[in-house]
C-alpha cells in the first residue's frame, strides 16, 4: 500500500468516475483503474462497485475512504511542518469568513497579505458561522473569521475590529428625511428584513429588534445582504447593515437611504480565531495584527456626506 493509491482512491469517492477521478489526479484513466483494484487485491477486499454509469463505494471501501482521508491529511501535515521549518511564512493556510463578511472585507485586505506573505498560499472559505466552527475544531481550517462572541472554548481568540451597524431604509421613507443619526426607537413598529436561519447577523438584528419593539417582515428572509439592498430599495422594510458593506465596491442603490444609529449604536466585534496547537501558530498573530491594521480606517470614519433628506448613492472610497 502506497499513499499515491489512497490518492486515487480518495479521488474516485470524490468524484464517483474514472476519468474525472484520473484527471484530478493528473494520470490516465487505466493507471488509476489499475492501482485502485491493486489495492484491493492487497486488501483482499472489493472497495468499488463498478457500474457503466457511475462508480459506488463498499461498505468497506467507505470505511478505508475516512481512514485514507485522515491519514493523507496528517502527511500534508507534516508536509507543512517541514515546508515552513525551512521557510516560517510558506505552505496552505486555509482562512474561513462567513458571508456577510468575506465579499466586503477581502477585498481591502487580500492583495496586502499577498504583498506581505508572498509564500503563502491563502485558500478563502465562506461558510455560515455553524460551519466555520465546525471546520475550525476538526482541523479543516487554520483560522477563521468570526463575529463575537462565540460558544467555543480552546480556541485563540484575536479581536480585530469593531463595526457599527447603520439603517438601511427607502429613499422616501420617513426616517430618511431625519437629519442626522437615527434614535433607535423610532425602530418600534416597522417591518425589519431579515437574513434566513443560520447568519450571525440574523441574531444581531433580532436582538436590535427585540430591544427597540421593532418586528420581522414576515413571509420574508433573504440569503445575502445584496438581496436585503434590493428588497429595501423596491420599498418593501428597513434592515441593518454592517458598516463594512456600505463601503464596498457596488454603490447602493438611488432608491436606498443610509443613516447612523445614535448611541447606543449596534454594533458587532470581528476577531480571528485558531486552535492554539495550530502549526501556524506563531505567523497567525502577524496575519491578524495585518488584517486589523488594514480593516479599521474602513470602519472610523463617518458615512459620505448627506444632503437634506436624499437618499445617498454610496460608492467605494
Not at 154 to 161: A, M
Not at 237 to 265: F, K, M, N, Q
Request: hydrophobic residues 45%; glycine residues 6%.
Amino acid at each position: 500500500m502506497n499513499l499515491r493509491d489512497l490518492e486515487y482512491l480518495v479521488a474516485l469517492a470524490d468524484h464517483h468516475h474514472f476519468g474525472r477521478a484520473a484527471a484530478a489526479c493528473y494520470v490516465s484513466q487505466p493507471t488509476l483503474s489499475t492501482q485502485v483494484k491493486k489495492l484491493e487485491q492487497e486488501l483482499g477486499v472489493a472497495l468499488v462497485e463498478r457500474n457503466p454509469r457511475s462508480v459506488l463505494l463498499t461498505d468497506a471501501g467507505v470505511r478505508v475512504v475516512e481512514r485514507a482521508r485522515v491519514v493523507l491529511d496528517e502527511v500534508n501535515g507534516i508536509r507543512t511542518i517541514a515546508q515552513r521549518s525551512a521557510d516560517p511564512e510558506s505552505g496552505s493556510l486555509k482562512l474561513g469568513l462567513f458571508p456577510t463578511l468575506a465579499p466586503y472585507l477581502l477585498p481591502h485586505v487580500v492583495p496586502t497579505i499577498h504583498e506581505r506573505f508572498p509564500r503563502l498560499e491563502l485558500l478563502l472559505v465562506e461558510e455560515k458561522t455553524e460551519t466555520l466552527l465546525a471546520r475550525l475544531a476538526d482541523g479543516n481550517l487554520d483560522a477563521a473569521l468570526l463575529a463575537l462572541p462565540v460558544p467555543v472554548r480552546n480556541l485563540v481568540v484575536d479581536p480585530l475590529f469593531t463595526e457599527d451597524f447603520v439603517l438601511a431604509v427607502p429613499h422616501d421613507h420617513p426616517l430618511a428625511r431625519q437629519s442626522g443619526p437615527i434614535d433607535a426607537r423610532a425602530l418600534a413598529d416597522e417591518p425589519m428584513l431579515l437574513l434566513e436561519e443560520g447568519h450571525c447577523l440574523r441574531d444581531q438584528a433580532l436582538e436590535v429588534c427585540a430591544l427597540n419593539g421593532a418586528s420581522e417582515r414576515r413571509g420574508f428572509r433573504a440569503t445575502s445582504l445584496e438581496t436585503l439592498r434590493q428588497m429595501v430599495g423596491s420599498g418593501v422594510g428597513i434592515t441593518l447593515l454592517p458598516e463594512l458593506a456600505i463601503h464596498a465596491s457596488v454603490a447602493e442603490p438611488d432608491s436606498i437611504a443610509i443613516r447612523r444609529i445614535a448611541p447606543p449604536t449596534p454594533a458587532r466585534t470581528i476577531a480571528m480565531l485558531w486552535r492554539p496547537t495550530s502549526m501556524y501558530q506563531d505567523l497567525l498573530p502577524e496575519i491578524a495584527a495585518t488584517i486589523a491594521r488594514l480593516a479599521r480606517p474602513l470602519v472610523s470614519h463617518d458615512l459620505p456626506s448627506e444632503v437634506g433628506g436624499e437618499a445617498i448613492s454610496i460608492s467605494a472610497p
